[in-house]
């Protein structure tokens, strides 16, 4: 008879040093891959395939001549080369005002985006602005309180390569109507009156002594 085994889920801690590690014996600096291990599991606590996309990713990086340096002026729609995830995701966090002040940078050919993802994310809490990534079809809203939503399932999805690449910086709003803040600011003004009368009637015997 066989039985079945039960998987234990890998901690946060093994994610990091196992991706670190594995990032290290492919060639990655240690800092490099210090930022890599942080990044695949970010990707795992969004319930995103990290260490599947990275898997492959090392397996393939060699054979996929990419680029790993970068001038944010020179990032266009019409570059040739496919660009690195990971160097480019290290160029814009280094970066980060650039992309503020840029607002929106739009290139192509971009391998294996989702491992590009959470550099995104970085980049909106430096900024402390949310940023809209767009890869081909793919549209993902990264907020700065380290939360996301996206158009479709992308969970155990190993996604290689991404066409058309748009990072866009949103400008921070409110999810209220200013008629609803009104209503509710005016309707807090109540307590002021309330609270006035109540200190005017303590301060009026405030400090007397009955010695009669």
């Known amino acids: 008879m066989i039985t079945g085994c039960t998987l234990e889920m890998r901690t946060s801690s093994e994610i990091i040093t196992v991706s670190k590690r594995a990032a290290k014996a492919s060639g990655f600096s240690w800092g490099v891959s210090e930022e890599i291990g942080k990044n695949i599991n970010l990707l795992e606590m969004f319930n995103l395939s990290g260490v599947e996309n990275f898997n492959q990713y090392l397996k393939e990086k060699d054979s996929l001549n990419l680029e790993s340096k970068f001038n944010i002026a020179n990032l266009s729609s019409s570059n040739s080369s496919v660009c690195c995830p990971i160097f480019l995701g290290i160029y814009l966090l280094d970066n980060s005002n650039k992309v503020l002040n840029l607002k929106k940078i739009k290139f192509s050919r971009l391998a294996y985006p989702l491992i590009f993802l959470p550099f995104m994310q970085r980049i909106s809490y430096n900024i402390g602005k949310n940023i809209r990534l767009n890869f081909d079809d793919v549209q993902i809203e990264l907020h700065l309180t380290n939360?996301?939503?996206?158009?479709?399932?992308?969970?155990?999805?190993?996604?290689?390569?991404?066409?058309?690449?748009?990072?866009?910086?949103?400008?921070?709003?409110?999810?209220?109507?200013?008629?609803v803040w009104e209503e509710l600011h005016e309707l807090s003004t109540n307590t002021f009156v309330e609270e006035n009368e109540r200190l005017k009637s303590n301060a009026a015997g405030a400090g007397l002594v009955d010695n009669d």
């Not at 390569?161 to 409110?174: G, H, M, Y």
């Open 147 to 179: 939360t996301l939503s996206i158009n479709q399932d992308l969970k155990r999805k190993i996604i290689k390569s991404a066409e058309a690449v748009t990072i866009e910086v949103l400008e921070n709003e409110d999810s209220f109507s200013n008629k």
